[in-house]
């Protein structure tokens, strides 16, 4: 098992940046993939970014690709995501989630560990 905690969120303005980082962690015997997910009042939790959990293959959606970067520090045991350019549509809950049975997924239900979120809003 494996606990997961978010930091970095907070209050930006827009055109702004913030960086989210994802500490993991607990019991492990494998190497996690570890995704990026938000959730905006009244919505469904979305994909945002997703890194693998061998060698550094990134995933984006496309509502922040060019914007947002996932990387990971493998010697701390977080993963980060760096926020660029924020618009108040990124206005959201984002939670960290991490998996031991995929290399790299989009999908809530392939992800078994999940932070507990951080809030980021974005003001215009």
Known sequence: ???LVESG???VQAGGSLILSCAASGRTSSNYATAWFRQAPGKER???SAIARTGGNTVHADSVKGRFTI???SARNTVYLQMNSLK???TAVYYCAASS???IAYYRDDYDY???GTQVTVSS
């Open 71 to 73: 990387s990971r520090d």
């Open 9 to 11: 969120g907070g209050l």
């Open 88 to 90: 108040p549509e990124d």
């Open 114 to 116: 999940w932070g507990q």
């Open 101 to 103: 049975r995929v290399a």
């Open 1 to 3: 098992q494996v606990q």
């Open 46 to 48: 979305e994909f945002v």
